[in-house]
């Protein structure tokens, strides 16, 4: 497996019932820091985590957040949030994981980069830990299928495809259309859902063997070359995985 880097992750509260919730999750992430109203600082005197107390307004924070930290969690409400971040969003791809928790601690919601971003595996993680409800809303993470765009990223795989077949192949995938995956290279650790495979996801180890025909799209794992005809005939249906070679 490819080691990632360990996210750069911060808990930010400003309540008195915030607090506690965020000191709550600090003992059982270390390596998280915390970003609090100086007012509650007391609150984590006890804590190994480290502790950015800030004496004026919350808002002069986000910014520095946005650029130190991958995946942030608020004990804050959720406009208020949507409203500090609002001025600092630049893409899914460059902005960070956000993730809100209620004040009593019962709904974690990722906010912003849910996906690409994982603040959805972040979100249920948390929820695990608070005994809380995660609020997911992407759709293959609501369905508990595929997720096209980030396939394997966990693995090192990479993603080979024009934008508008990611587009239309998570389509299918979501809506329950049959898809072919061929598997010709890398890991078979690949699926890390703890349910099943859904139905609509028909498993080949060679090419050849796919009945194009019989499918929407395909997810094709391997280390060969994709032609420009082979683009072609299957416009818009086919996505390429990338496996690291083996040494």
Not at 37 to 53: C, D, G, H, I, Q
Not at 118 to 135: K, T
Not at 173 to 180: D, F, L, Q, T
Request: aromatic content about 8%.
């Amino acid at each position: 497996m490819t080691n990632q880097p360990a996210p750069r992750v911060c808990l930010v509260a400003i309540t008195k019932h915030g607090a506690a919730q965020a000191a709550r999750l600090a003992a059982d992430l270390p390596e998280a820091d915390i970003c609090t109203s100086a007012k509650f600082a007391a609150v984590f005197a006890e804590a190994s985590n480290t502790v950015r107390a800030y004496d004026g307004a919350l808002r002069d924070e986000i910014g520095p957040l946005f650029s130190g930290y991958d995946q942030i969690i608020f004990f804050v409400s959720l406009g208020a949030v949507v409203r500090l971040i609002a001025p600092h969003l630049r893409s899914k791809d460059e902005d960070p994981g956000i993730i809100v928790v209620d004040d009593a601690g019962q709904f974690v919601i990722p906010v912003l980069s849910g996906h690409v971003g994982g603040a959805n595996e972040w979100s249920e993680r948390v929820a695990d830990l608070l005994g809380a409800a995660p609020v997911l809303t992407t759709a293959s993470d609501v369905g508990r299928t595929i997720p096209v765009d980030i396939l394997g990223r966990h693995l090192g795989w990479k993603v080979e495809a024009p934008k508008i077949n990611i587009t239309r192949v998570s389509a299918h995938v979501v809506n329950g259309e049959p898809i072919a995956f061929v598997q010709e290279a890398g890991s078979p650790d690949w699926w890390t859902r703890p349910t099943p495979l859904p139905e609509n996801i028909h498993r080949f180890t060679r090419f050849d063997d796919v009945p194009l025909d019989r499918y929407a799209a395909l997810l094709w794992v391997t280390h060969a070359d994709v032609t420009d005809e082979r683009w072609t005939a299957l416009t818009e249906r086919l996505v390429v995985y990338r496996p690291p070679q083996e040494a």
